[in-house]
């Protein structure tokens, strides 16, 4: 069974740092599609970062720049490195994974298209 374990959340001011991590357990990390999405209170769930099953990112358009999406093989575990973060950054971070064969990399961006969450793990940046 896949398992998702997000942690690294936490309260932050405006253009500070923090770095998510996901550790995954229950299959053959490499093979999956991976990303993070957030929520927000009133809000539908939106992707930040892909990263899928041949190594190639993605972002969203507001993250670009800022954020980092990356994965540790060895470790079994996915970041998201949070860089100059802002007050609309505020939410809570899933991880998510879903096979090659359920989803192709074109459906990433949609987290609709993962079958596998975390439980999440909350971001608040303070102005």
């Known amino acids: 069974q896949v398992q998702l374990v997000e942690s690294g959340g936490g309260s932050v001011q405006a253009g500070g740092s923090l770095r998510l991590s996901c550790a995954a357990w229950?299959?053959?990390?490499?093979?999956?599609?991976m990303g993070w999405f957030r929520q927000a209170p009133g809000k539908e769930r939106e992707g930040v970062a892909t990263?899928?099953?041949?190594?190639?990112?993605n972002y969203t358009d507001s993250v670009k720049g800022r954020f980092t999406i990356s994965k540790d093989n060895a470790k079994n575990t996915l970041y998201l490195q949070m860089n100059s973060l802002k007050p609309e950054d505020t939410a809570m971070y899933y991880c998510?994974?879903?096979?090659?064969?359920?989803?192709?990399?074109?459906?990433?961006?949609?987290?609709?298209?993962?079958?596998?969450w975390g439980q999440g793990t909350q971001v608040t940046v303070s102005s």
């Open positions: 990263f899928d099953s041949d190594g190639k990112t």
């Open positions: 229950g299959y053959t990390y490499p093979r999956y599609h």
């Open positions: 998510a994974a879903v096979l090659p064969a359920i989803a192709t990399p074109l459906d990433l961006p949609r987290w609709r298209s993962f079958a596998y």
